[in-house]
Nanobody, 119 residues
């Protein structure tokens, strides 16, 4: 069983930056594909970014955040990050961290962290 704890959310003005962190415990972090998703009230959870397992760490992003957000991971710290720059009001959402085990196809979710972009 993997436990995920997100942190780093908050209120930021448009054009500002935030860095989200997701600390994992209870599993072999390096084998997990790690992702960030977000959700606003009344809408489905949507994909934001993903980084594969292993040393290469291939990344992929939603079109809406490409060029502004960067996902990274530190396997020594069992942590995945989401650096968010040039934030827009439409980035306001609860951001969730996901861990996906490609060996048994189980996935795990954190409790979410609120990001609010407003002046």
């Amino acid at each position: 069983q993997v436990q995920l704890v997100e942190s780093g959310g908050g209120l930021v003005a448009p054009g500002g930056s935030l860095r989200l962190s997701c600390a994992a415990s209870g599993g072999i972090f390096s084998i997990y594909v790690m992702g960030w998703y977000r959700q606003t009230p009344g809408k489905q959870r949507e994909f934001v970014a993903v980084i594969t397992s292993g040393g290469g760490g291939t990344t992929n992003y939603a079109v809406s955040v490409k060029g502004r957000f960067t996902i990274s991971r530190d396997n020594a710290k069992n942590t995945v990050y989401l650096q968010m720059n040039s934030l827009k009001p439409e980035d306001t959402a609860v951001y969730y961290c996901q861990a996906f085990n490609p060996r048994n196809r189980n996935d795990y979710w954190g409790q979410g962290t609120q990001v609010t972009v407003s002046s």
